[in-house]
């Protein structure tokens, strides 16, 4: 007899009671066979199997699709690779021609408006197509999926970006609204001692256009703020001395506040450094002027900016910027400009018109003129560098057999000459020093390498003296002060600044029988009986009087001013 167990029925059972039933004992016996446990597992291996053939086939079928481009991780693998091909006319699929562009945000950027999108990268187009995850024939670095190597032009296309971005800022002007135009002025400081310590100083930032042709600097401004007149204008007179008797002869340059950059002149040049406008007028023809009116506060201003910085000057004197163009070149990176002949709109982020200083040949710590704390070393020390000078320290004595310490006598062809210099000179040989005598001269770099090279430098009270600046630190400076109640003067000018520049300060002050004003004014008159009184009276009448005078020290008390030379420079 033919089993019946696993034959398949041949039609669908009936209600009419015909239909075929298995045995009751064949019904137990699988029952019993088959599990439940064993049936879940078994299905549930069965949906894996299932389901790893269909993500297999899937995967070779895919179709490119925008919607999940826009995520960040499947951006980053398909930005760089075409849109597969496909054989369906399906109205989804994308064009084989169409590449969406990866669009990038330039580094420090703080809106959407800075954003750029850079051009088509056409070099992928009609490439083959290529499964994520899979390195390309032309993969710098094996192992790494074609979008995620590092190709060369990445580089070059983000150099395009941000000129791209400084290009959008440049036709716009400066900062692109004026929404962060600020100006803060110094025009009221004071120093009782020093009243011409405190010139009127201004910062401008956001966007800044300079005229040197209207002598104006426009500040784009929509508010308006900063303290302008009901014109909106601000004059200042660049020059870091405030005197009322050399002002008027420095060119007012006008900060005016407009409302749009519309209402500016166009640029005619994008600046991405701050402007530095300031005057070099004055007396500034003068080798202490020039330091303590000019370089001094430059410094000051921009030494923080390491170069990055323009300047621009008014009352221009060509052969003064030539004078000093070891120093200027050294503080800006860029040809200065002048101010008084610029035909051009010069348009920058920042300004500063006016200079920041301190008291003469001093740099002293203040929260806003001075808030980095700068002093006469460091000045020293920029100095050494620009003019590469070779020594910061004095030479050892006894370090070398036979070696004599330098010593650089300054003489003078005007007034408060040294009449006996030359036995001062032959005193100071006898002493041990090697001596030389030598005059100030136009050619800086040169004579700032004489001074350097010296261990001791002597000098009457007067601009020669200021070229202790160039000294190495811890050298002697002998100063011979004039007859007149000259001590303010000579402490302020030079001793402070000496000890302030670490150097050894040494002093010699004439007496009535050393100064030659015993042959042009009787012992009664006021230079010798009340020369405190000449002070009084201003700098027109001390000019006219104790400072018109020469001296010839007497010997006998002078030696021993050269021997504390000695012993100082030995300490």
């Not at 806003?368 to 030479?395: G, H, K």
Request: glycine fraction near 8%; charged fraction near 20%; proline fraction near 7%.
């Amino acid at each position: 007899m033919t089993s019946t167990a696993y034959s398949r029925p041949s039609k669908v059972p009936g209600a009419n009671g015909s239909e075929r039933r298995l045995p009751p004992r064949l019904m137990r016996g699988l029952t019993t066979k088959i599990e439940p446990k064993k049936l879940g597992v078994g299905l549930l291996a069965g949906c894996c199997l299932a389901l790893l053939t269909y993500v297999s086939l899937a995967k070779l079928f895919a179709i490119y699709s925008p919607v999940f481009a826009s995520t960040a991780n499947t951006s980053a693998l398909m930005h760089n690779s075409p849109p597969s091909t496909s054989s369906s006319s399906s109205s989804s699929s994308v064009p084989e021609t169409e590449a969406i562009p990866p669009q990038e945000t330039v580094a420090g950027a703080g809106s959407n408006d800075n954003s750029v999108d850079l051009p088509e990268d056409k070099s992928l187009a009609g490439a083959e197509p290529q499964e994520p995850g899979f390195p390309t024939a032309e993969s710098q670095e094996p192992g790494l999926p074609a979008a995620l190597s590092r190709k060369e032009g990445d580089g070059e296309k983000a150099a395009a970006a941000s000129e791209l971005k400084q290009t959008e800022k440049s036709s716009n002007g400066g900062a692109a609204a004026g929404g962060d135009a600020k100006i803060k002025c110094d025009e009221n400081g004071v120093d009782e001692g020093f009243p011409y310590a405190r010139p009127a100083v201004c910062e401008l930032y956001g966007d800044v256009r300079v005229s040197p042709k209207q002598k104006t600097m426009h500040l784009v401004n929509p508010s308006g703020a900063g303290g302008f007149d009901e014109n909106g204008e601000k004059r200042l007179r660049p020059y870091a001395r405030k005197d009322d008797f050399l002002l008027p002869g420095v060119v007012e340059v006008t900060v005016k506040s407009v409302p749009s950059a519309a209402a500016a002149p166009k640029c005619t040049k994008q600046h991405a450094v701050p402007a530095v406008v300031f005057s070099i007028a004055g007396y500034t023809d003068n080798f202490f002027h020039d330091m303590t009116d000019a370089m001094i506060p430059l410094f000051l201003t921009t030494a923080h900016l390491k170069g990055e910085v323009q300047l621009l000057v008014t009352n221009y004197k060509p052969w003064w910027v030539q004078k000093y163009t070891p120093l200027l070149r050294k503080l800006s990176n860029y040809d200065v400009i002048n101010f008084d002949e610029d035909a051009g709109v010069h348009c920058f982020p920042q300004g500063y018109l006016g200079l920041y200083r301190d008291r003469d040949l001093i740099i002293s710590p203040h929260p806003t003129r001075n808030p980095r704390n700068y002093t006469m070393v460091d000045y020293n020390r920029f100095l050494r560098e620009a003019l590469e000078l070779r020594r910061d320290r004095p030479s050892v004595l006894g370090e070398e057999p036979g070696m004599r310490p330098q010593m650089l006598i300054i003489s003078r062809a005007g007034t408060r000459k040294l009449l006996n210099l030359e036995e001062v000179a032959a005193a100071a040989a006898e002493l041990g020093f090697n001596v030389t005598v030598a005059e100030a001269g136009a050619d800086v770099p040169a004579f700032a390498a004489l001074v350097n090279s010296a261990d001791v430098l002597l000098a009457v009270h007067g601009a020669g003296l200021t070229n202790q600046i160039f000294l190495p630190a811890e050298a002697v400076v002998v100063q011979i002060v004039p007859w007149g109640n000259m001590d303010w003067m000579a402490t302020n000018f030079y001793g402070q600044p000496a000890k302030d520049m670490q150097l050894r300060y040494v002093e010699y002050y004439v007496g009535e029988e050393e100064t030659s004003l015993k042959h042009k004014y009787s012992r009664e008159h006021m230079v010798f009986r009340d020369p405190k009184a000449l002070h009084a009276q201003g700098w027109q009448t001390l000019a006219q009087t104790i400072m018109k005078q020469d001296v010839e020290v007497n010997l006998t008390k002078f030696r021993p001013v050269l021997l504390q030379a000695l012993d100082r420079l030995q300490q």
